[in-house]
């Protein structure tokens, strides 16, 4: 299984990004995918996840700002990132879970991981 993320770019604050993860290979049985990221110097945290059945989770600091979503067709990740801030500034990683119930935050619990795409924003 390999994941591969592409979207990254630098943006001005306020502006708006759109990340993709396409997955190569074939995951068996029912998963969850998520969004993390790792700015310099900290460790790397969940920001977005979704479920096999679609139902999502968000870090309280994109909350309403960022939206993850699937197209399972196309084994598909996106993150749409607006009104970004200079805080978001990271690598941008996306994973894979071998869980379909739910799909969680915590780093540790994910299987599968891209290499990640670079987020900059400036003030």
């Known amino acids: 299984v390999q994941l591969v993320e592409s979207g990254g770019g630098s943006v001005q604050a306020g502006g708006s990004l759109r990340l993709s993860c396409v997955v190569f290979?074939?995951?068996?049985?029912?998963?969850?995918m998520g969004w993390f990221r790792q700015a310099p110097g900290k460790e790397r945290e969940g920001v977005a996840a979704?479920?096999?059945?679609?139902?999502?989770t968000y870090a309280d600091s994109v909350k309403g700002r960022f939206t993850i979503s699937q197209d399972n067709a196309k084994n598909t990740l996106y993150l749409q990132m607006n009104s970004l801030k200079p805080e978001d500034t990271a690598m941008y990683y996306c994973?894979?879970?071998?869980?379909?119930?739910?799909?969680?935050?915590?780093?540790?619990?994910?299987?599968?991981w891209g290499q990640g795409t670079q987020v900059s924003v400036s003030s």
């Open positions: 994973a894979a879970v071998r869980r379909g119930d739910y799909g969680p935050l915590a780093v540790g619990e994910y299987n599968y």
């Open positions: 290979g074939r995951i068996y049985g029912r998963y969850s």
């Open positions: 979704i479920s096999s059945d679609g139902s999502t």
